[in-house]
């Protein structure tokens, strides 16, 4: 049968809803039927409602647990109507209203939740998935800052560790690269929190904020926000750039200020003799003539050899003797401490054949001695109060004045004869050229006591560590000019002073360096005399003099030292840990623990509003897409439903502002005019 065309009709939608409103409250009613088709009303009307029938027409399926009206991205489930996480499924009866003005038609959806309704106090499990990412920061952060500190010794005994120092260098920049990464990842966690919060808030959030802490928005992309959009909203892309930056910085910070340092395992150890005795001028009546060979060899050499020397910082103010112009504190020119060697240890009891991983001698507590040198200010009163000797001969000699400083330190000067008159032979008999000295240097000696690690396969010194604090030694000037003069003939203040002295030593100091006007010259001529000053503290002392057997023969310690000359040796493993500086360390854990403290209160927080969220999916993206589906975008008026004009600005809300300016993006505006085309736009979640 053919149904004639039905004339169009207007429906009151507030009678609509008022009969709706009334069903609900009537029991004996049926239930309204959702309409799937648009077959001729006359036909729909036709269809009778009765309480035996009204069970076969399609119905949503009913959820046990209290609904929400988000998309719910990990739930697999979906009903007959194939509502899923992309095609939210249409609110039912229960959830829509009408206006009585037929231009303000306006079908919303609950964006609450019934659990949230109902006062659930269920927390989303990212919540604590995000915490436990703070303690993985947490943890990592602590175990980076107690490697760099160096108090994993134990650690170091693994062959990783022994075979090369970068290891450990490598294992640090692990750490802390690890370290950043999981501070990257906490923070991109909780700033998408923080978006959710802000975007909830009942004003929400501006969309220039929204987009400057959204994680897909890179680091050109903030430069142009930060350089295009008004100052107000330049707030959130500033923010993220800064804690893009501060990520890597507490690893550049720790890495920027590291060290060596060599750690020891002990694999044998048996009791030495050590060090070097205090020094004594008398011993020069003990010299013999292989002794005197020796001491010549000695001074004749410029260069400070690693095997018994070992240079250090000069000793700070309060420790260290040395003045400058104006009469204060300054710090030495050179510092070198004398260990006396591995030649200075007895017995010599290591066949170089047992414990072949071993690599380095340890010998704590040894008796070591510290010299500085520095600058003498006044030549002029050194000349005049002083004591003066020239030696050498007369086509090479040289002229030295020595005194008694007032900080009880050794004062040196010296000219040298120069290249002309070697020439001619007139270095004696022109004494013009000893006015006025042109090198000079200051000597402190000083005792300590310290832990010497020595290489053993060259028996070179690797450390020098756990030194104890300097002590002065005051050496008398007669009694140090009584042992120069055993190897240099004339520097002896108690004797006249000997014209002509043709010591082979004199004229090679003369002659072999490089004596002339050059600074450069002058300073290499005052390295090799301040080497040659310190000859005498390594041999005029017990432990080299003394009665008995050489130390290559003895069975034992060497007997009748004094008591702080005896200790111990050890045959060890030599491992390598990194130690950060403290500066650098305490930079990186505040740097780092700020970092921490803020991702934790922004947790706290948000922690409330991310239990009203929906569930999430995992990707951040997905979860805001999936909520705006159903909370916005939707003017607030439309010609298609029956409204006659178009809404005015004032009519219009946030939802149709927002989706005004992001279909503007379409249309592929100029890269820097984004921002300035989107002035008050806002995202609201509520």
Not at 131 to 146: D, I, N
Not at 544 to 565: A, Q, V
Not at 653 to 668: F, I, M, N
Request: glycine content about 6%.
């Amino acid at each position: 049968m053919a149904f004639p065309q039905p004339p169009h009709e207007t429906i009151d939608l507030y009678d609509f809803n008022q009969h709706t409103r009334v069903s609900r409250d009537s029991s004996q009613q049926g239930i309204w039927s959702k309409r799937k088709n648009t077959e001729d009303h006359r036909r729909w009307s036709i269809i009778e409602l009765s309480v035996d029938n009204h069970n076969d027409w399609p119905r949503y399926a009913k959820v046990e647990e209290a609904s929400s009206a988000h998309p719910s991205p990990l739930k697999n489930n979906v009903s007959f109507n194939q509502t899923n996480f992309l095609h939210p499924p249409t609110p039912d009866r229960e959830e829509c209203s009408f206006s009585q003005k037929g231009n303000e038609f306006n079908d919303t959806i609950s964006l609450t939740p019934r659990s949230h309704k109902e006062g659930s106090k269920k927390k989303s499990p990212f919540v604590w998935w995000t915490l436990c990412l703070w303690l993985v920061g947490v943890l990592m952060l602590t175990l980076t800052a107690v490697y760099s500190t160096g108090s994993a010794k134990a650690l170091m005994r693994q062959t990783f560790f022994v075979a090369s120092s970068s290891n450990s260098i490598l294992i640090l920049r692990v750490l802390t690269e690890l370290c950043a990464l999981v501070l990257a990842a906490l923070v991109v966690v909780v700033v998408e929190d923080l978006q959710w919060a802000l975007a909830s808030r009942p004003g929400g959030v501006s969309l220039l904020h929204f987009v400057g802490l959204d994680a897909g928005t890179g680091v050109w992309g903030l430069l142009r926000l930060l350089a295009t959009a008004e100052w107000k909203q330049k707030y959130s892309s500033l923010f993220r750039l800064l804690v893009i930056c501060s990520i890597p910085l507490p690893g550049i910070i720790l890495m920027g200020a590291i060290s060596i340092e060599l750690v020891t395992f002990p694999e044998k150890t048996y009791n030495v003799s050590a060090g070097i005795a205090p020094f004594n001028a008398s011993h020069i009546y003990d010299i013999r003539q292989s002794t005197a060979t020796a001491l010549l060899v000695q001074m004749g050499s410029p260069a400070w050899s690693d095997r018994d020397s070992f240079s250090l910082d000069p000793l700070h103010q309060g420790a260290g003797q040395c003045t400058g112009t104006d009469g204060g504190w300054a710090p030495c020119d050179e510092s070198h401490l004398l260990t006396g060697g591995v030649v200075s240890i007895a017995p010599q009891a290591d066949d170089l054949k047992s414990f072949p991983d071993s690599a380095a001698y340890v010998v704590p507590n040894t008796r070591v001695i510290q010299l500085e040198y520095g600058k003498v200010h006044d030549l002029d009163a050194l000349r005049a109060n002083g004591t003066c000797f020239l030696i050498g001969a007369d086509n090479a000699a040289s002229y030295w004045c020595t005194a008694v400083g007032n900080q009880q330190g050794l004062l040196f000067g010296s000219a040298y004869c120069p290249i002309s008159l070697q020439l001619t032979s007139s270095c004696i008999n022109n004494t013009a050229w000893t006015q006025p000295l042109e090198l000079s240097s200051s000597l402190y000696v000083y005792s300590r006591y310290a832990t010497v690690t020595y290489d053993r396969g060259n028996f070179s010194i690797l450390e020098v560590s756990d030194m104890t604090p300097p002590n002065q030694e005051i050496i008398g000037l007669d009694d140090y000019m009584l042992s120069l003069s055993a190897v240099v003939p004339g520097f002896n203040k108690s004797s006249p002073a000997t014209k002509g002295d043709n010591s082979a030593l004199a004229i090679y100091a003369v002659t072999a360096l490089p004596i002339n006007d050059s600074e450069v010259a002058k300073k290499q001529s005052l390295k090799a005399i301040r080497k040659a000053l310190s000859v005498p503290f390594t041999y005029f002392q017990a432990n080299y003099f003394s009665p008995g057997p050489s130390i290559w023969e003895l069975k034992g310690p060497r007997e009748g030292l004094p008591d702080d000359m005896y200790s111990t040796l050890s045959i060890s493993i030599l491992s390598h840990q990194v130690v950060a500086g403290i500066v650098s360390r305490w930079l990186f854990v505040t740097v780092s623990g700020i970092i921490l403290c803020i991702s934790l209160a922004i947790i706290i927080a948000t922690s409330r509003v991310c239990g009203k969220r929906p569930e999430r999916c995992g990707y951040p993206t997905l979860d805001f897409a999936a909520v705006c589906a159903v909370r916005g975008g939707i003017p607030s008026g439309s010609t298609e439903l029956g409204g006659s004009q178009e809404p005015t600005d004032h009519e219009r809300g946030h939802a149709s502002g927002l989706h005004r300016s992001l279909t503007q993006l379409g249309q592929k505006p100029q890269p820097f005019g984004v921002a300035k085309n989107i002035k008050n736009e806002r995202v609201i979640l509520s």
